[in-house]
């Protein structure tokens, strides 16, 4: 071929000129042969390797072309009805709940942020996610160092507040969010808080987390084309990421969910409905009204019973401390930063429920209790003379 050619500048094909010759009739009769009727006394059914190696070993077959290939002898097994094809995937797409009805909550560990030496060794920065199941839409993301059942709660409460409360919300086993049946906060804060409001609370089944598949899903959006891009080192570079990363999502990036077709969730439902909004008073025994009156009164007093206790639902500031609880108004500036040190929780709701105050006479037990899991603070007595 001459030097200036250009063909010897391209390449060459490397599939065959010419198809390899057929297989003797006769090869692959043995070869089902072997694989109905297993030879030597084996006790399984031969797969391609195996009948490889007895027909290398048949006298008859000597002088015949065998297959060199278990490609080869799979084709024929399955040409010949010995091997099964695969069923078709039968997709069972979950039907979408109307907008805004259903949400899904749970945490996302910003795994890039080191190790406190002289506090948490991990989860030391957690947001807080939730999705809207029927359009995928990022409704909240909270970003915080001190995640508990306390913080969790108020975290809830400000979205309730800004969008209005769904119909159900989905939760994993998560403790801050359950409580532990062994402990006094249990059922859970936020298991009665919803309650009271009428919201269903669906908890996931242990390893269940395809329960919570959609705000599992943006989890794994949010850690790949977000947390592990830019690897954030500190609480503040998280909320910086995640609050560019949650525009992006909503309004930019196109989402592959049937619901929005291949556009930003927003895009595809830039008007949501409306929700019911949080009513100013909640009732947090809603679902578990106690019955039973108090055993003594002092003399003079009219009976009562801490029935229809009624929790002002105010205007909801999320404390810069531990707390976020929901604060009458002549209390919000004594507690605003917190218990003060050495102030136990059951000491606060008495301080609360101290004579003269609008909601004096409250049963200082069930206040203390509340106060301690951080679901309401004040309570209001209903007096009934009987």
Known sequence: MPLDDEQVLRGLSRAPHHPPPRLDPQVVDRLLEIRDDPPEGLGRTPGPKAILYYLSRDEALKEKRLPKSTRTIHRILHENGRIASRLPTVTDPIERPPAMQQWQLDFKDAASVPADPHGKKQHVVETLNIIDKGTSVLLAHHVRSDFTAETALAAVAQTFAEHGFPSSITLDRDTRWVGAPQGSDFPAALVRFCQSLGVTVLICDPHHPQQNGFVERYHRTLSQECLKLHRPKTLDEVRQVTEAFAAHYNWQRPHQGIS???????????????????????????????????????????????????????????????????????????????????????????????????????CSAHAARSFDSTAFTCFRKVESPL
């Open 260 to 362: 929005c077709g291949n556009q930003p969730p927003r895009v595809a439902f830039p008007n949501l409905p409306s929700l019911p909004r949080v009513p100013d008073l909640v009732n947090p025994d809603a679902r578990d009204m106690p019955r039973e009156r108090p055993a003594s009164r002092a003399a003079g007093q009219s009976p009562g019973i801490c029935e229809g206790r009624l929790v002002p639902l105010l205007h909801f500031k999320q404390a810069r401390g531990a707390a976020g609880d929901f604060i009458h108004p002549g209390h919000r500036a004594e507690f605003a930063g917190g218990l003060p040190a050495g102030v136990s929780p059951f000491a606060a709701a008495q301080r609360l429920t101290s004579a003269g105050t609008p909601l004096s006479g409250v």
